[in-house]
């Protein structure tokens, strides 16, 4: 084993302060109208965002003039990589034709029933504008449909930045976030009322003894469950299947609404990847890739619970909802996006997975590339080898940060582009060439850590 530390997060750092300072420049300047400079905190990379200039198949290429591979993907949007050209095609045949109505178009219906065909536990859908509001939008008609008002989430879930949703999708070292086995409603934001959290239930992933208990104490009063069957924003932890199966039995019992937010897992397999777990959800959130690069969500669901949209027990609304281009994108997309396309990229993702794990084990180095095993994984340097990260508070014990975070910007200054906290997705386009440029990066950088 190389023992001998070469690459550090301060010789990374200096090396991406060099080789970005076009887009530290732009950052710097654009505070002065944007707040942080742009509109999302996670366009951050490290000390700033990478400002992209154009992406054209699996490559982006940016203002500082670096062609990288593009293993963020708008995370986890651009499944087919950048200027798909049946998307351009679709995109550029609906221009002329106009843009935004105030009337439904037929491509509404078309990418209803591709969804619907390939999830068998939806029978209806709705469409809006992003995953936040369809997941805000789930929350609503399980509330509608139940009576109730609490809801139930997990620990370092992510839903997107509604109030409601905004608890606990993250552990923070300095904050106090309850025990283990009970873990404690905290705001992700300031701006969040305390009578927004007090509705709010914590569970801990993959502990199903005492998310049972919870759920079991707080039944009268939850609406749902909702729950990421391996999650993004939380750090990539792959909730176990029969803990899901569990889940899926005992939600049933107490009239709890079970919602599955396969708004990145969707493109874990044709059925999403409650069809790779062979579990029914009573709804689903989708968003990021059924909008083939253009903002869309949908809600989808059994025709008993979804049927409150119709009856007047609940409303969501939004202008932009519908909106033709996204649906034109997505139905593009989705189509494009074959059982066989979607093996292919699930083969590849399991090759980086499983040719780095065995490289890294034979060295003893605690480094693993890790998640259920499709083309969205997390990696990390572990504090020891062979750590489990089976919650989300695993991130906090048992990852080594600095040592992540090093591997993430040297990955941007020899020509990838990850998500800076430990995270990547693949792209249709992407070769097995590009695929074994970024095996033997990730092997060198790891080596030159140690
Ligand atoms: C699982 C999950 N749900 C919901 C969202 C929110 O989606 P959007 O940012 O499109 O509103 C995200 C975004 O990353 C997500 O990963």
């Not at 909008?291 to 989808?300: E, M, R």
């Not at 980086?352 to 480094?367: C, G, T, Y």
């Amino acid at each position: 084993m190389n023992t001998q530390t070469t690459l550090t997060l301060e010789t990374a750092q200096e090396k991406f302060t060099e080789r970005f300072k076009v887009s530290a420049k732009m950052t710097e300047d654009n505070r002065k109208a944007i707040p942080g400079g742009y509109s999302r905190t996670t366009f951050n990379f490290g000390p700033h965002a990478i400002y992209a200039r154009e992406g054209k198949g699996a490559y982006i290429e940016t203002v500082d003039g670096h062609r990288l591979l593009d293993l963020n993907n708008n995370f986890t949007v651009n499944i087919l990589g950048h200027s798909h050209e049946a998307l351009q095609e679709a995109i550029t045949a609906a221009l002329p034709t106009g843009i935004s109505f105030g009337n439904p178009v037929e491509e509404e219906r078309r990418l209803a029933d591709l969804l619907i065909d390939r999830m068998p536990s939806i029978e209806l859908v709705r469409f809006t504008c992003s995953a936040t509001e369809a997941a805000m939008g789930a929350v609503r008609i399980a509330r509608a449909y139940t009576g109730k008002t609490k809801i139930a989430k997990f620990e370092g879930g992510y839903h997107g930045f509604s109030d409601t949703l905004s608890v606990s999708g993250h552990v923070h070292p300095d904050h106090d976030h309850g025990p283990d086995d009970a873990p404690k409603s905290t705001p992700e934001s300031g701006g969040i009322p305390q009578s927004v959290v007090n509705d709010v239930v914590v569970l801990p992933q993959n502990d199903i003894e005492d998310s049972a208990k919870i759920l079991r104490e707080n039944a009268t009063d939850l609406a749902c469950l909702i729950m990421e069957l391996e999650s993004g924003a939380g750090g990539v932890i792959t909730l176990d299947t029969d803990f899901v199966k569990e889940l899926r039995e005992l939600t049933q019992e107490l009239g709890i609404v079970l919602i599955f937010d396969e708004t990145i897992t969707l493109r874990a397999g044709y059925h999403g990847l409650q069809g790779e777990m062979n579990v029914a959800p009573d709804m689903t959130v989708m968003g990021k890739i059924i909008g083939g690069g253009f903002p869309l969500g949908a809600i989808g669901g059994s025709g008993e619970i979804m049927r409150v949209l119709e009856d007047g027990r609940a409303n969501i609304s939004g202008t932009h909802h519908g909106h033709k281009l996204s649906l034109v994108a997505g139905i593009a997309c989705m189509e494009a996006l074959t059982e066989e396309i979607l093996d292919d990229l699930n083969a590849k993702a399991e090759r980086i997975m499983s040719e780095v794990n065995a490289w890294a084990k034979e060295r003893d180095l605690p480094f693993t590339v890790f998640g259920y095993g499709f083309s969205h994984l997390g990696y990390a340097y572990l504090k020891d080898v062979g750590l489990p990260l089976k919650n989300h508070r695993h991130h906090l014990t048992h990852i080594d940060g600095e040592k992540t975070q090093t591997v993430s910007l040297e990955l941007a200054n020899r020509g990838f582009f990850p998500v800076h906290r430990g995270e990547f997705s693949l792209s249709t386009p992407m070769t097995d060439e590009d695929i074994d440029s970024f095996i033997e990066t990730l092997k060198a950088i790891v080596t030159e850590i140690g």
